[in-house]
């Protein structure tokens, strides 16, 4: 497991300096520890908890196999991002934010496609019959969708979540994540509205080292929810292969010598059978819930709502209406109000029969779960 952040670290990499005292913004106030020298100080203490609060979330949706998209373009923060990032495997975007990135994202695979193409045509030796013009033509708009999409080449769908250095300066994809009901994880400075994203890191966003320190912590959740994956993957192979090395080893004999003892002991074992089925029933209501972030449009506080109403498997989510999901949403919280459900049980009907393929396919075509 990774190591927890501490306050002292946070001290020393300044993500407590804030902005002048005249450019905040009042939603801020809860995590503004004091004013000095006409400066507002970040209280610390909260930034641990909401960073922990962020990477328990965070270390979810990487399990669940969905991507992170990290969104940082200012100057001090695209060398630091572009670094701890791509040692996770994940897409970010450094460049300019290309304007439909979440909401036409459609077009955005095609330019990456068009990149795609122009490789197979160097490969193939197509791209030596063209003339010298063309070829210069070819290799500048090759160079141009490396720079601005070359991250987000192995992004074949939307993101699950999105991480942000600077809202303000990236308020374009604050707004096309909430039109998708994509969460939004961010580094929120003393000139943000914290309302605008579902985690909010309250810290320094300028800094060099602020960023670094945060990215750190966050990149460390995010690889340990990837190896809980690939563990558990490799957990389910063993178990089949062990299964199926006990059928094979079982011998074809012990079968007709069990079956007169099969029926006598059928007779003896109803009555306890009955008395045995009581505790059956309460486990299976235990029984842990499905990770419903699978579904589009559903994030971790979302799926949190659901499951504290008793909403834990994609059958049962399947078998829900879309107006008794909204009056669950809107009770649990003024946040969650906004999200549209309708196709949510169509999501997790596909879910529950175990068509997964279909259900990718599905909401590749389809934005942000809404149809």
Known sequence: MASK????????AGVHFGHLTRKWNPNMAPYIYMERNGIHVINLYKTVAKLDEANEALKKIAASGRKILFVATKKQAKDIVADKVSKVNMPYITERWPGGMLTNFVTIRKAVKKMAAIDRMKKDGTFNTLSKK????????????EKNLGSIADMTRLPGA?????????????KEAQKLNIPI???VDTNSDPRDVDYAIPSND???KSIEAILESVTSAVAEGLEERKSEKNNGKDKEEGKASKKDEAPKEKKAEDAPKKEEKAEEEKPAK????APKKEAKEDAKPEDLTKIEGIG???AEALVANGVKTYAELADMDADKIKEILTEASSTLAHLDPTSWPKQAKMAADGKWDELKEWQDNVKGGVE
């Open 206 to 208: 300028d800094a060099g």
């Open 300 to 302: 971790p506080k979302t």
């Open 134 to 145: 063309e070829r210069l033509q070819v290799d500048r708009l090759r160079a141009k969708l």
């Open 5 to 12: 952040i501490e306050v002292k670290d946070l001290l020393e």
């Open 162 to 174: 999105l991480f942000i250095v600077d809202t303000m300066r990236e308020h374009i994809a604050v």
């Open 185 to 187: 994880f961010a580094m």
């Open 274 to 277: 009955k008395a045995e089925e």
